[in-house]
C-alpha cells in the first residue's frame, strides 16, 4: 500500500487534492489505533470528515477493539486513490457542501449522519459502562448523557430510531444497569431463606415443613402425634414452601428485590426505569436542516419526556379555550399539580427522595394520559395538564393513578410530601373568554386546593 503525498513519519494522512477530504491513519493498530481515531474523532472541525485506516491495521485488532473502531473508522482502504475515492462518496451524499454545521455536538452528530446516508448510528456492548450500551462516536463528539441527546434530536424529529438493540432496565438512583434480582424473605427482608416441602396431616389438618414432620427415619405429626406411613392416606404433600432462618417465617414466593450493583440502591423489580437502546438514521427533515445549517432551529414542542413546551401548551389551551367558548358540546378541564414538602416555609425539595420522583413523575406522566389530553411542567413540581372532553370522573382517575407512583421503595406514601391538585372547567365562570396563559394565571391564584398525602 502507498499513499503517495505522504512524508514519512506523518500520521494521519491527509487525503485530496484540492481541498482536504478525508485522513487516513496509517502504521497504527490495537489500542494506538483507538487512540488515534478517537483523537480524530473529538476534533471540533473535522471530527465528521471520513476517517479511515490502512489495511495492514486490520490483522492487529483484537476482538474487543473491532465494535468501537467499527463505530469510530470509515472503514480500511488500500492506498490513497482507494482513500479518496471513498471520501468523495461520502462528501457527495452531503451534496458536496463543505461548511456543515459543526458548532456543537448535535450538529456535529447531525453533519456526521448527513455524510452517510446507508450508516445507522449504532451502540456498542461494554460491559464496564454503567449503562451495559454506549455509543462511541457520541462520546467522542463530547457529550457525556447520549440518551438525552439522541431523545431530543428524535424529538425533534432530525433522527429516527431504525431498530431496537435492547431493553434495559436501570437503578432510579444512578442510572445504572447493573442490577442483582435477589430473592429475600417477605417479612424481615433476610437473604436466609430456603425452599421446603410442606407436609399435611389428614388426623388433624396441621400443615408444616417436611423438617418439623421429621422423628429419626419416619415421619409424625408434631401437633397430634400420629405416625404418617402411606402418603395419600395419612398425609400428602400440598406446595412448596419458603423458611427463613432468621425470622422463622414461612411463605409461598420470596419477594424479588433488584439490587444496583454501582450504587447499592434496592428497589422493587417495577421501579426500575425502562430504557430502549436502539440504531439510529437521519430522517429527511433532519437532512433538510442540516444542508441549510439550522441544527439549532425549529425546536419541537415535544419535550424528550413526552410534556409539551410551556408555551405550546398556552397556545393550545387558549385554541381549546375558544373552542369551548363558541361550541357548546365541546368542554374541558385544566388541572394543575404540585408536589411538594408539607413545610411551605422551604421551595426546595424535602431530600434526594422527593428529587427523584420529581423526575420520575416528569418522566412517567404522560403514559397516564389518554389521546388528546397534553401536560407541561412550568417549574420543578409544578405540572399541568389539558383534559379535552373530560370532567370530574377522569380527573379522580388521573388522579389515583399519579397517588400510586408517589410512595417510597416499601409501597409508603413518601413521608411530608403533598400532591396537590386545582382544576377548572370549561363552564367555570372564570374561563369564559380567557386565554390560555390568563386561564393558568387564573387557577394558579385559586385558593381551593385538593391535597393528596
Not at 438493540?165 to 436466609?192: K, Q, S, T
Not at 414432620?213 to 400428602?236: K, M, S, V, W
Request: charged residues 25%; aromatic residues 6%; contains cysteine.
Amino acid at each position: 500500500m502507498a499513499f503517495k503525498t505522504l512524508n514519512e513519519g506523518n500520521n494521519p494522512v491527509a487525503v485530496g487534492r484540492e481541498r482536504l477530504l478525508g485522513l487516513v491513519i496509517v502504521g497504527l493498530s490495537g489500542d494506538e489505533l483507538v487512540q488515534a481515531a478517537l483523537h480524530l474523532r473529538r476534533d471540533s472541525t473535522r471530527g465528521h470528515y471520513p476517517i479511515f485506516a490502512d489495511t495492514q491495521a486490520w490483522p492487529g485488532q483484537e476482538a474487543s477493539q473491532g465494535p468501537i473502531l467499527d463505530c469510530l473508522l470509515d472503514g480500511y482502504v488500500t492506498g490513497e486513490d482507494d482513500a479518496l475515492t471513498r471520501a468523495e462518496q461520502y462528501w457527495a451524499a452531503a451534496a458536496d457542501k463543505t461548511d456543515l454545521p459543526v458548532h456543537n455536538s448535535d450538529a456535529r452528530l447531525l453533519s456526521y449522519l448527513l455524510m452517510r446516508p446507508d450508516i445507522d448510528l449504532a451502540p456498542i456492548r461494554d460491559w464496564a459502562s454503567p449503562e451495559i450500551y454506549r455509543y462511541p462516536l457520541i462520546e467522542a463528539f463530547g457529550v457525556t448523557d447520549c440518551a438525552e441527546l439522541l431523545n431530543r434530536l428524535a424529538a425533534r424529529g432530525l433522527i429516527r430510531r431504525q431498530s431496537i438493540v435492547e431493553r434495559l432496565r436501570l437503578c432510579p438512583a444512578c442510572h445504572g444497569g447493573h442490577a442483582l434480582f435477589v430473592d429475600i424473605c417477605p417479612n424481615c427482608e433476610g437473604l436466609e431463606i430456603e425452599q421446603d416441602q410442606s407436609l399435611h396431616c389428614f388426623t388433624c389438618g396441621h400443615v408444616a415443613g417436611e423438617r418439623a414432620f421429621l422423628a429419626g427415619a419416619a415421619l409424625q405429626c408434631p401437633n397430634c402425634r400420629t405416625r404418617l406411613r402411606h402418603i395419600g392416606t395419612d398425609y400428602d404433600r400440598p406446595m412448596e414452601h419458603y423458611g427463613c432462618r432468621q425470622c422463622n417465617e414461612r411463605f409461598i414466593d420470596p419477594t424479588i428485590v433488584a439490587r444496583c450493583s454501582i450504587c447499592n440502591h434496592q428497589t422493587r423489580p417495577e421501579r426500575l426505569i425502562t430504557r430502549e437502546i436502539g440504531r439510529y438514521t437521519l430522517t429527511e427533515q433532519g437532512r433538510v436542516c442540516v444542508l441549510a445549517g439550522m441544527t439549532d432551529e425549529m425546536p419541537s414542542p415535544v419535550l424528550p419526556d413526552g410534556l409539551i413546551t410551556p408555551p405550546a401548551f398556552e397556545y393550545l389551551l387558549s385554541w381549546q379555550s375558544a373552542l369551548a367558548d363558541h361550541h357548546r358540546q365541546c368542554f374541558f378541564t385544566l388541572l394543575m399539580l404540585r408536589m411538594r414538602r408539607r413545610d411551605a416555609s422551604s421551595d426546595a425539595p424535602a431530600d434526594t427522595q422527593l428529587a427523584r420522583k420529581l423526575h420520575e413523575l416528569s418522566q412517567r406522566i404522560h403514559h397516564a394520559l389518554e389521546a388528546g389530553e397534553l401536560a407541561t411542567r412550568t417549574q420543578e413540581g409544578e405540572f399541568w395538564i389539558l383534559m379535552p372532553q373530560a370532567g370530574e370522573e377522569r380527573v379522580r382517575e388521573l388522579m389515583q393513578t399519579l397517588e400510586t407512583w408517589l410512595t417510597d421503595d416499601s409501597g409508603r406514601p413518601i413521608a411530608g410530601v403533598d400532591l396537590q391538585a386545582r382544576m377548572m372547567a370549561s363552564n367555570d365562570p372564570r374561563a369564559s373568554g380567557a386565554d390560555g396563559a390568563a386561564l393558568m394565571q387564573r387557577l394558579a391564584s385559586t385558593t381551593t386546593e385538593r391535597a393528596h398525602a
